[in-house]
Every structure is written in structure tokens, then in C-alpha cells.
């Protein structure tokens, strides 16, 4: 069985851990600089896209209940580092709050890539009970032990298939093309299962790495395809909803535990704000990015999932030592209930 481990960062990121106090209110009563100065990385846009509201969301709650106490410093498009650098990042507390995938952050928690499997869930609304239930939770709390606090989930939603080389109608017609995937067992098992060569190539790479045709393709949500304009080098749009997106929205653990009761409930409840935030741009995009799909690709297909769905059932084994049976079986089990 293949490994798949994380990069490690290559160069020092950002500054040192701010735990003190560096700055108060002056002596008038009136706001001095910020006590806490958090900067926040993730790897798409701000405005529209789906991480970026739910910074703001979570910026402009926390700033505002915190009196200013808290000023959050915004680095959306990688512009602090790339995602599995800012993970490592925030875990040594060079870089205080990023919003990676959990795909991505399965190299550190395995069990994050769970709802990651092909077909595991079919709707938004389970994928949310899950994440809202005693399973959502309990992967959350798993982050402690790896120096971080996973403070939310945040949506991205159900991924769709681009290439520049022919319509997707059945896993068949993936066979020898080369697919980009996040470095997630997982995800990667699955294309391998369709006949797929895999590369992990970063996020911000993924535009110019489709128009030069270093891949023929990717899959993302539409909201992640429109934001990062990859419909100008893909001819051919598959509507295959095979897989769910997720992020965590995550802090330095020693950063939280800085805080006093007061500011951990509101950081808490700025997640909140987030993943709310998160969900309802993803929401209420989707009809939008469909209609749009369907004017700027060549040809949008809406393939009978059933072939794919079989293709894809030897990776649910295949990822087993990874993150363990218990995961999937729970995830399992309750959507069994749910769906009665």
C-alpha cells in the first residue's frame, strides 16, 4: 500500500509565535494595538469563494466582539505558503490560523479524508449531519494532539471533473489521462481505480499546469473551477458530484490556550459565523456556476453514476490501513439511520 506523507516545510514561514500581549489599551481608555495579531493563509480567493467568506465572516465577528483585542491579517491565493506548508506552519506556530482542505490534512489526521471517498455521501444536507453530529466532533478534537485546534468545518462542496481531451460519460473514458488530485489516499486511489495517472501539483499551480498541458485534468466544485478560471483551459465539464470538499478552519493550539475563557467563546463562536458563511455562498452559487458551466465548456455531460460508483468500491479496502475501518464504518452506519 502506497504512503503518502506531507511535505516538510522548506524554509522558515512568517514570524514567531505571538502568545503575549503586544500592545494594550492606552491609559485614556482608547484602543491601542491589538493584543493578539493572527494572520490567516489559505489557497483560493477571498471575495465569492467559499474559504474567503468564511474569513470574513470569521474577522468581522471576532474583531468586533473582541473590542479589537484580535486583528486577523488575511493571506487568501497561497500568498503566505503553500497549504501543506501553512499546515506544518501552524503547527509550530509560525503562522497562527489557515483553512486547508481536510483532504490535505489527512496526512496529518487519516481520518479526514474520510468523507472524502467516492460516493460516501450523496448530498450537502448529509454531508452536514455528519460534520454536525458526535463524528464531526470527535475528528475535530482529534486535532489537539497534532498542535492545532480545528475550530470548524468550512464547505467547499461536491467535486466535478474537467479535461481538455474528451466528454466524460463513464469511468472508461478516464483511462490514460493524467489527473490532478490533492495528496489524498483516497482521492488518488480512486482516479487510479478509473484508469487515471495522478499528479498532487499544488492548488496554485493547477491554471498554468492545465495550460500547458503539464495534466489533462482535475476536479473541484464549481465555485473552486469559476474562481480559479479553469474553464479557459478545459474543453470538457463532467457533473459527477463522486466526492464531498471540505475544509478546517484550524489554530495554533499554544495560540488558543493563550486565550482567556471570554475569547475562546468568541473565537468559537466566529467559527461559527464561518462555516455558516461557508455553506451559504456554496449554496447559493451552485445553480449560477451550472448555468455558466453550460455557456463557457465545449460540452457538459451528466454521466449515470452507477459505473463510477462500482469502479470505485475497491478503494473503501484500500484506504482502510490508512485511516482505519472504525471511521468509515461510523460514517456508514449513520447515514444509514439518517437516510430512514
Not at 470548524?152 to 489527473?179: C, K, Q, W, Y
Not at 467563546?265 to 462555516?275: L, S
Request: hydrophobic share 40%; aromatic share 10%; charged share 25%.
Amino acid at each position: 500500500m502506497k504512503k503518502f506523507k506531507l511535505a516538510g516545510v522548506t524554509m522558515m514561514l512568517g514570524g514567531a509565535l505571538t502568545l503575549s500581549a503586544c500592545g494594550s489599551k492606552d491609559s485614556a481608555g482608547g484602543s491601542g494595538e491589538a493584543e493578539y495579531q493572527w494572520k490567516l493563509g489559505w489557497n483560493s480567493g477571498e471575495e465569492g469563494d467559499s474559504k474567503g467568506e468564511a474569513a470574513i465572516a470569521f474577522k468581522e465577528y471576532v474583531e468586533a466582539e473582541s473590542d479589537g483585542r484580535i486583528e486577523i491579517e488575511f493571506f487568501p491565493n497561497e500568498t503566505y505558503a503553500s497549504s501543506p506548508e501553512m499546515i506544518e506552519a501552524v503547527q509550530v506556530g509560525a503562522l497562527e490560523m489557515a483553512i486547508p482542505g481536510a483532504n490535505e490534512l489527512a496526512n496529518v489526521v487519516p481520518e479526514y479524508a474520510a468523507l472524502s471517498l467516492p460516493f460516501i455521501v450523496e448530498t450537502a444536507e448529509e454531508a452536514h449531519a455528519v460534520l454536525d453530529s458526535e463524528i464531526g466532533t470527535e475528528l475535530r478534537e482529534k486535532a489537539t494532539d497534532q498542535g492545532f485546534v480545528a475550530l470548524t468545518d468550512t464547505e467547499l462542496g461536491f467535486t466535478h471533473i474537467t479535461n481538455d481531451v474528451r466528454p466524460i460519460n463513464e469511468p472508461a473514458d478516464l483511462e490514460g489521462l493524467s489527473m490532478r488530485s490533492p495528496n489524498d489516499a483516497s482521492l488518488i486511489e480512486t482516479f487510479e481505480a478509473f484508469g487515471s495517472s495522478v499528479s498532487t501539483m499544488a492548488y496554485t499551480e493547477l491554471y498554468s499546469g492545465l495550460s500547458q498541458g503539464v495534466i489533462d485534468g482535475q476536479f473541484n466544485p464549481l465555485l473552486n473551477i469559476f474562481d480559479q478560471n479553469m474553464h479557459e483551459v478545459q474543453d470538457y465539464l463532467a457533473m459527477t458530484n463522486f466526492t464531498y470538499y471540505y475544509c478546517y478552519m484550524i489554530l495554533n493550539q499554544d495560540v488558543f490556550n493563550s486565550l482567556d475563557e471570554d475569547l475562546q467563546q468568541i473565537v468559537m463562536e466566529g467559527a461559527e459565523k464561518a462555516r455558516d458563511a461557508s455553506r451559504e455562498v456554496v449554496a447559493e452559487s451552485e445553480q449560477e456556476y451550472f448555468e455558466r458551466a453550460q455557456e463557457e465548456f465545449v460540452e457538459v455531460t451528466e454521466p449515470d453514476l452507477a459505473a463510477f460508483q462500482e469502479a470505485a468500491q475497491p478503494v473503501y479496502k484500500e484506504v482502510e490501513d490508512i485511516m482505519g475501518p472504525e471511521i468509515i464504518q461510523d460514517i456508514q452506519g449513520f447515514l444509514e439511520e439518517y437516510r430512514q
